[in-house]
Structures are given as structure tokens and as C-alpha cells.
């Protein structure tokens, strides 16, 4: 079950630009995960970041999560023309092996 | 290099017919997963293992078989009972002891002919 939900499902902004997208999910997690897909490949996992932080970076990547609101951001600075691909959040609970994506954010940087 | 692959890129079926898609990994994972995205959409889990000779159904098992005889090796079968196979299917593998950080393969495109 589907347990991430990205919003929005679609941004647009110009190269230079800071692209944010959010992550709201249901039931407590041991973690949550960020990834990265281009069109028509697999999934690159970005960042992990677990549920007693609150904040993490990874070069121009900022996550945060709130585990009182249940939900996530992902902040891109800077963003660049090869940042254009959809974002997928994913839930993964204590003591399972499996992950819950969501629908994805479809990020699109124009030049 | 280490790495998961998937094979065929693109594959084309018939109305009735099983096809087999392959995933292979060399990264000394124990489990393995596959995963079906339909466009516009997120992962659905089909089926997943954690261990060789073992594997549990996901959220969408229905007309899709798999083995697990190897630990480098977890093919999924698309059957004739699964009614819209069309589809981007993606597996992956991870380090025991999750939810870990998952490594996908570049996926295989079937499509329904």
C-alpha cells in the first residue's frame, strides 16, 4: 500500500531556482527515503533520513522530516537543467524490509 | 562493477502467453524486489524475498510468479491470468536488515501486444 503522497505532483521553475517538494505519509516510520528517476529509467536513491533527525543535507539536497506532522520536504538549490526527472519519497517501517513509494513529484527546470 | 541489471530492456507479449523478466545482482544483496509503475504513478510492490528459496507476495501478486534459487538471481513471470501486464517493471535489491536504501535496476517495458 502506498503510503508516501508527494506534493505537488508537478513544478516547474527555471534553472537557478530552489525546487521544494513535500512528503506526507500515515503510520510511523523507521526511516524515510528520497529518490531520483529520469524518464524511462530506474530509481537512484538520493538521501535516508531517519526518524529521530530532523534534518539532512547532501550537496544541494536539504531533507527535513517532522515525524509530529508526518511529513517530509526535499529542497534542490540551485537547481539545474539535470535536475529534471521525478522525485519519489518512500516509507519504510521498523522490522520490514519493504519500502512505500508515493506517486512522485514530476520536477521540470527550464534552461 | 558492481550493479543490478535487468533483462530484456523492452519486451512484447502476446494475448496468453507467460514471459519471464531476469534481474540480476552482484552486490552480495539479500533481498530482492520487484516492482510494477504504470505512468504517471508510484511503485507497487509485486512480489519480495529476503532470503534464497524464500519470498512473500507484495501489494499486487496476482498473475505474477517468481523464484529465488539463487541469491544473485530473482525472476518475476508475468502469467496469462495477470489481465493488464502492460507495464514498466522495476527490481531491486538491498542489505538485510532493513528498510535499507534500495538499488534499482533500469527496469524492462512490456507491452501487451
Known amino acids: 500500500s502506498q503510503q508516501g503522497e508527494e506534493d505537488p505532483q508537478a513544478l516547474s521553475i527555471q534553472e537557478g531556482e530552489n525546487a521544494t517538494m513535500n512528503c506526507s505519509y500515515k503510520t510511523s516510520i523507521n526511516n524515510l527515503q528520497w529518490y531520483r528517476q529520469n524518464s524511462g529509467r530506474g530509481l537512484v536513491h538520493l538521501i535516508l533520513i531517519r526518524s529521530n533527525e530532523r534534518e539532512k543535507h547532501s550537496g544541494r539536497l536539504r531533507v527535513t522530516l517532522d515525524t509530529s506532522k508526518k511529513s517530509s520536504s526535499l529542497l534542490i538549490t540551485a537547481s539545474r537543467a539535470a535536475d529534471t526527472a521525478s522525485y519519489f519519497c518512500?516509507?519504510?517501517?521498523?522490522?520490514?524490509?519493504?519500502?512505500?513509494f508515493g506517486a512522485g513529484t514530476t520536477v521540470t527546470v527550464r534552461a | 562493477d558492481g550493479g543490478i541489471t535487468q533483462s530484456p530492456k523492452y519486451l512484447f507479449r502476446k494475448e496468453g502467453q507467460n514471459v519471464t523478466l531476469s534481474c540480476e545482482q552482484n552486490l552480495n544483496h539479500d533481498a530482492m524486489y520487484w516492482y510494477r509503475q504504470d505512468p504517471g504513478q508510484g511503485l507497487r510492490l509485486i512480489y519480495y524475498?529476503?532470503?534464497?528459496?524464500?519470498?512473500q507476495k507484495g501489494d499486487i501478486a496476482e498473475g505474477y510468479s517468481v523464484s529465488r534459487e539463487k541469491k544473485e538471481s530473482f525472476p518475476l513471470t508475468v502469467t496469462s491470468a495477470q489481465k493488464n501486464p502492460t507495464a514498466f517493471y522495476l527490481c531491486a535489491s538491498t542489505l538485510a536488515g532493513g528498510p535499507n536504501e534500495q538499488f534499482f535496476g533500469p527496469g524492462t517495458r512490456l507491452t501487451v501486444l
Open positions: 518512500a516509507c519504510g517501517r521498523s522490522n520490514d524490509y519493504k519500502l512505500s
Open positions: 524475498s529476503q532470503i534464497v528459496n524464500d519470498f
